[in-house]
């Protein structure tokens, strides 16, 4: 009789502790989704009134140019995960071949950057943007230092490239690229891109940072737009 | 009859550190939310202050199944230092602290706060406040308790 009362007690704390548990679980997981659902509103929102800053004419694209689905890739040319994502961007207009098309816009986040971004820049008036992007992210290690860019060393890597030396070296100092390099600072500024690489698809913000999410978010907008 | 109701009914000495599982499980909960979640910069202050709550969560459950008033004692030593943590924090946050007394790396103020309810009530206030209820609650389970045991 004793003991079975006793277990009746002990019953009754472990129903108490667990349902605590439940509880405090349940509230914290609610207030993360509560939370990310008005995150992503918020996002959609903010480019929804900034939709001028999120594509420019000139910009380097790559892609079908009717193609009906836009990523807009905000990115520095020193940043490590924008370099192990250049591929990964690659295969998804070559899979989706003529439905995609990315745009580049630069975001010089890293000390230094600002220099490399305009070489890229000066490469692009050149209509060498592309092959110039793959080198210096291939070779990346080869040009930054513990986060510092070295632009004199991204120059040398680019010599393979039939690229006007001469011409390059001006245009990186012009005024005509300088603006173009704080426009695109100001326009991420605006849509608050705090990291690199920030995709928007379609307009969208991507909320939750990641490769299959990316691909995800892309063939969403693909079966909404063909 | 004393002995047959209290077979039936929850001491209050388990009652009172359960209840500090669940506001010290509150507390880590909240902090994780708004730095994992919010993403605000957590200080080096704050750290400290996360030595001292993260561990009652699972230790306090431990002293529950079975009972163990010893645990009023070890939870209490690191209620102790995690409030006093707290109170310089705040000390710090409200001023009476030099800035170049605070240990705080460079790149994230110890002195700035980030969420202000109310005007007044920031992280540290509400770390402090849930180190001195806690304290206070193991203050009372050692009442209850035949032994004492923060002596």
Redesign the interface.
């Known amino acids: 009789m004793q003991t079975l009362k006793l277990n009746e007690a002990t019953l009754n704390k472990k129903i108490l502790f667990l349902s605590t548990t439940v509880v405090l679980s349940l509230i914290f997981f609610a207030a993360i989704s509560l939370f990310q659902t008005q995150q992503v509103s918020k996002g959609n929102e903010l480019v929804n009134n900034n939709l001028s800053a999120l594509t420019r004419i000139g910009a380097p694209t790559k892609g079908a140019a009717d193609a009906k689905v836009t990523i807009v890739e905000f990115f520095d040319p020193a940043c490590e995960t924008c370099a192990k994502f250049y591929p990964l961007v690659n295969n998804i207009i070559k899979k989706y071949q003529g439905k995609v098309k990315v745009e580049m816009r630069y975001t010089p986040f890293h000390q230094g950057s600002e220099q490399v971004v305009k070489l890229l820049e000066a490469a692009h008036l050149q209509g060498k943007f592309w092959p110039a992007l793959e080198i210096l992210f291939a070779k990346q290690s080869f040009w930054t230092y513990n986060h510092v860019a070295k632009s004199n060393q991204a120059l040398q890597l680019l010599s393979p490239l039939p690229l006007n030396q001469q011409q390059l070296k001006i245009d990186m100092e012009s005024k005509q690229i300088k603006n173009i390099v704080s426009r695109d600072i100001t326009d991420a500024k605006s849509l608050e891109v705090r990291a690199t690489p920030q995709f928007f698809i379609n307009g969208k913000p991507l909320a939750n940072f990641g490769y299959k999410q990316l691909v995800q978010s892309v063939e969403r907008a693909i079966t909404l737009a063909y | 009859m004393k002995n ?1 109701n209290s ?4 001491p209050s000495s ?1 009652l009172l550190v ?1 209840s500090c599982w ?1 506001i010290a ?2 507390a880590t ?1 909240t902090s994780l ?1 708004f730095s994992e ?2 993403q605000l910069p957590v200080c080096v202050l704050c750290w400290y202050q996360r030595i001292a709550m993260y561990p009652l969560v699972l230790m306090l ?1 431990l002293a ?2 079975p009972f163990d008033a010893k645990i009023i004692r070890y939870a209490g030593v690191l209620t102790f230092f995690g409030g006093l943590i707290a109170l310089f924090h705040v000390l710090l946050v409200a001023g009476y602290i030099p800035e170049s007394a605070q240990p705080c790396v460079a790149d994230i103020s110890c002195s700035q706060t980030h969420l202000n309810l109310f005007g007044w009530l920031n992280m540290p206030m509400m770390s402090l406040f849930t180190f001195a209820l806690i304290g206070k609650l193991l203050f009372y389970a050692n009442t209850k308790t035949k032994r004492g045991y923060l002596e």
């Open positions: 047959i077979t039936f009914s929850i388990w359960f669940v499980t509150t909960l939310f979640i919010v459950p529950l199944f």
